[in-house]
């Protein structure tokens, strides 16, 4: 059997125009996912970044609601519609941590320009004040009937709902 010479295959001009695109996303996506960072810490929330993609930002809300206020922040941020998740390290659970984890790049599409985020931001810390005086209870046989009373209160909370209209506005659509 004869070998053939190897030849290096290139890639077609629509793929590295894909490429390309796909480069300039993600460093647009790191450079929007690290300026809406520094804006809530300016604005008093602890930012944790944990993933090396950029996509994700990671805020500690322990300051704001004890060491269980990531649950609080979950149940606040997916009523208003982000897609963020508790940092429950993939325990079927709930994860009751003081973390919760935006996934950034949901709404943080190329549309979104830096006042926008500021705005996002501002609201996102004034839903996120809106959870300080919840405590969870330290006996877990209360906590569920708390959670389920504070997913009733937070549908009617009026500053609440003014969030979610204002989001909508500036929010990428999906879909």
């Known amino acids: 059997m004869t070998k053939l010479p190897s030849r290096k295959l290139r890639p077609s001009k629509s793929e590295k125009k894909s490429a390309d695109r796909e480069k300039k996303r993600a460093k647009d996506l790191a450079k929007k996912t690290k300026l809406f960072g520094a804006s809530l810490k300016k604005k008093g929330l602890k930012v944790i970044n944990k993933t090396s993609d950029g996509e994700k930002i990671v805020i500690d809300l322990e300051n704001l609601s004890g060491p269980a206020a990531g649950i609080f922040g979950d149940i606040v941020l997916q009523f208003l519609g982000l897609n963020i998740s508790t940092s429950s390290d993939g325990a079927e659970q709930p994860s009751y941590s003081s973390t919760v984890t935006l996934n950034a790049s949901t709404f943080m599409s190329g549309n979104v320009n830096t006042r926008d985020l500021v705005k996002m931001g501002d ?15 330290g006996d877990k046989r209360a906590q569920g009937q708390f959670l389920i009373n504070f997913k009733e209160e937070i549908v009617t909370n009026k500053t609440l709902l003014e969030i979610k209209e204002q989001l909508k506005k500036i929010l990428p659509k999906n879909g």
């Open 123 to 137: 609201y996102l810390v004034e839903a996120l004040e809106q959870v300080k005086r919840y405590r969870l209870p």
